[in-house]
């Protein structure tokens, strides 16, 4: 068996606070798998530094001592032993492993972690303008064709159901396109009362006013409640509001909301309806047609297996004129104009490592979005687990449609922290002493966890877990 390292001999100094207990046995062979990569990325430092007719004397050892390095590392892996060599990258950034050491139910870095293809595409572009090699006249990103970011682009829009697509750094620099285009000073934009904070600043930042729609029943935004929030706000202001920007699954609780009716309220008063995706967009099949959006912003970071920032803006012939109108700017001096550059673009948005990333992984992503009833089942089974220990609560929609769930532990797992010494850590402490990470340190009551990606072997281990820990505590389980 390997020889395991506990986290205080492998990371000196790490906060349990921040993720890491003592308790908690890593693996050798993760840390001896990075020193390898980390070898073989000064190893291909070498042939950047040579001259084109290859190595010259001191390159050849340089490369040779390295190769020994690597075979040392290898052997380690192999037999899962030696230290830690290397700690730390450029002497003040620790290597970050908890995707190899842990189970992460962080909710919002589930479905953002990356494919190994976007790993592959990250280090071979990672250079700062990559994508660029190849640019040729008119000279916009996404018109370039090796490697084939145009066909992504065309690809991207098939995929939503829209009829043109633009990647953007992050869903809030596509709803920051949209508002700075459609809203003007003093003008209102329609958002839902679980409404993302990227959402309120880039209405801000283009000068209106949000209004937001109350919930109805259960927490979910419906299109009757859409409608009186229209009605209310064309009372009040005397004009109607100039966006409808709704969350399929919003952030705080992932319920559904009543995206198609509120997209067809929103047409009633001739209102564009924008469609936040962040929680869909790459997790699961969305149809922007269908649906009834104006406009598909989805989240790069957080649900497509990409690089941050990243993310997509898809739209229709209707608005895309508008929304990626070119530039008409221009100089006054040297009546240069930027003839097809987008202005709410800048011209270009992902030029290296992150769009590499979404390209490397959207394979993938497509086909995993067909399997999404799988991951709903999954969350279910561990909420089904969860609610066996006695004063567990779901705050979402329960049955869950979503992997991104709110709990309420204050009845179970909050009664521990009542006593314990370490209070909500002690929580914290006993998953990370599993192998969980990804949960909120210390928090016991209210709390969110996602389960996106993660195998039945782990989700049956998660599950398992929460009940170890509630017997150990010995609090109360349903029969
Ligand atoms: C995460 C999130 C965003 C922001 O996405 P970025 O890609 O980080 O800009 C916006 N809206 C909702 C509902 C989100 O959950």
């Not at 920007?245 to 309220?265: C, L, P, R, T």
Request: aromatic fraction near 8%; hydrophobic fraction near 40%.
């Amino acid at each position: 068996m390997a020889t395991r390292l506990t986290a205080d001999q492998l990371y000196p100094g790490s906060n349990p606070g921040l993720g890491f207990h003592k308790e908690k046995n890593m693996d050798i062979r993760v840390q001896k798998t990075y020193e390898g990569l980390f070898t073989l990325e000064d190893i291909r430092e070498i042939f950047r530094q040579s001259l084109p007719s290859g190595l010259d004397p001191g390159e050849e050892q340089a490369l040779q001592s390295r190769i020994s390095t690597l075979k040392q590392i290898v052997s380690d892996i192999e037999h899962a032993a030696g230290t830690p060599a290397i700690t730390k990258i450029a002497g003040t950034l620790d290597i970050r492993c908890r995707e190899e050491d842990f189970i992460n139910i962080h909710p919002i870095q589930a479905a953002g972690r990356l494919t190994p293809e976007a790993r592959k595409a990250l280090i071979s572009y990672g250079d700062g303008y990559s994508t660029c090699d190849t640019c040729r006249k008119p000279f916009r990103l996404d018109k370039i064709s090796k490697p084939p970011i145009a066909e992504f682009h065309e690809e991207l829009a098939k995929f939503l159901n829209m009829d043109q697509a633009r990647v953007v750094p992050g869903a809030r620099r596509g709803f920051q396109a949209v508002n700075a285009t459609l809203v003007e000073k003093g003008d209102s934009v329609i958002v839902s009362a679980l409404a993302h904070y990227t959402e309120f600043l880039a209405v801000e930042g283009a000068g209106g006013v949000v209004k937001e729609v109350p919930l109805s029943k259960g927490n979910i935004v419906t299109g009757d409640a859409t409608a009186e929030k229209i009605e209310e706000v064309k009372r009040e202001i005397g004009r109607l509001p100039k966006l409808v920007m709704i969350d399929h699954f919003d952030y705080q609780f992932a319920n559904e909301h009543e995206v198609a009716a509120v997209a067809k309220v929103a047409h009633q008063y001739d209102i564009p309806f924008l469609y936040n995706g962040a929680y869909t967009v790459g997790v699961q099949p969305v149809d922007g047609k269908k649906i009834g959006a104006d406009f598909v912003i989805g989240s790069g970071h957080k649900s497509m297996a990409s690089v941050a920032p990243s993310g997509v803006l898809a739209t229709t012939d209707e608005w895309a004129p508008k929304v990626l109108r070119t530039t008409q700017m221009l100089g006054d001096v040297t009546k240069r104009k930027f003839g097809i550059k987008e202005v709410e673009m800048l011209g270009c948005t992902l030029m290296g490592g992150t769009l590499l990333s979404m390209m490397a992984s959207f394979p993938a992503v497509k086909e995993r979005t067909l399997r999404w009833e799988e991951e709903v089942e999954k969350s279910n089974f561990f909420m089904e687990r969860l609610l066996q220990i006695e004063g567990s609560r779901i705050l979402s929609e329960y049955p869950r449609k979503h992997t991104l769930t709110k709990v309420d532990t204050t009845g179970s797992f909050d009664t521990v922290a009542k006593t314990h010494k370490r209070r909500g850590f002690y929580f914290s402490d006993e998953l990370s002493s599993r192998g969980i990470a990804g949960e909120f340190a210390g928090a016991t009551r209210t709390w969110k966890l996602n389960t996106y990606g993660l195998t039945w072997n782990q989700v049956r281990y998660l599950a398992d877990a929460f009940i170890e820990i509630a017997e150990k505590y010995q609090l109360n389980m349903k029969k």
